[in-house]
């Protein structure tokens, strides 16, 4: 069984586990009524968490285009096999997108991203009341999107590993 590397495996659930809970803190804040100390906290973390991400997808895609994956299975459609690296394309994309709007919602809303609470990251667009709906709309549906074709990929993982009983969960498995 060929695997994928070490790193690769490394940078894939650490970045599943980041995406997971940027979500469920997104989720967790919004419902949070009005402005409290707790709601404050929780925007910077999702703020720290999503600028995480952007930074370890963009090693991830580096890592990816230096260091092929290993071939699919044999015994895999060839339309799976399309559909795969499709959903794979998809997830590359929305790993830089959705944390680039919410950075983008975050300046338009005229509140600066203050990395881990050291820095502040710099301001590519200025304060701008009528942007901010559509950036926020935008973040919204990029996270929704995301959700639901990391489901969706992990629901393909878990069909392989217990109907089809072969090796694609095994091989990204530490």
Do not use: C
Request: positive net charge; proline residues 7%.
């Amino acid at each position: 069984m060929q695997r994928y590397t070490k790193t690769a495996i490394a940078l894939h659930w650490l970045i599943a586990l980041l995406i997971i809970a940027a979500f469920l803190l997104g989720l967790t804040m919004v419902d949070i009524p009005g402005f409290t100390p707790t709601k404050l906290k929780y925007f910077s973390w999702h703020k720290w968490l999503g600028v995480t991400v952007l930074g370890l997808a963009a090693i991830r895609l580096l890592w990816r285009l230096r260091n092929a994956p290993p071939p699919a299975l044999a015994t895999i459609p060839h339309w799976q096999q399309l559909t795969a690296e499709g959903v794979h394309h998809l997830l590359y994309l929305l790993m830089f997108a959705v944390p680039v709007s919410g950075y983008l919602y975050s300046y338009a809303a005229g509140v600066p991203v203050v990395y881990l609470g050291l820095f502040q990251m710099p301001a590519i667009i200025d304060p701008n009341p009528e942007l901010k709906p559509l950036l926020k709309t935008v973040h919204y549906v990029l996270t929704m999107s995301m959700a639901g074709v990391v489901v969706a990929h992990a629901l393909a993982a878990l069909k392989h590993h217990f109907f089809e009983r072969d090796d694609t969960l095994k091989r990204m498995l530490p």
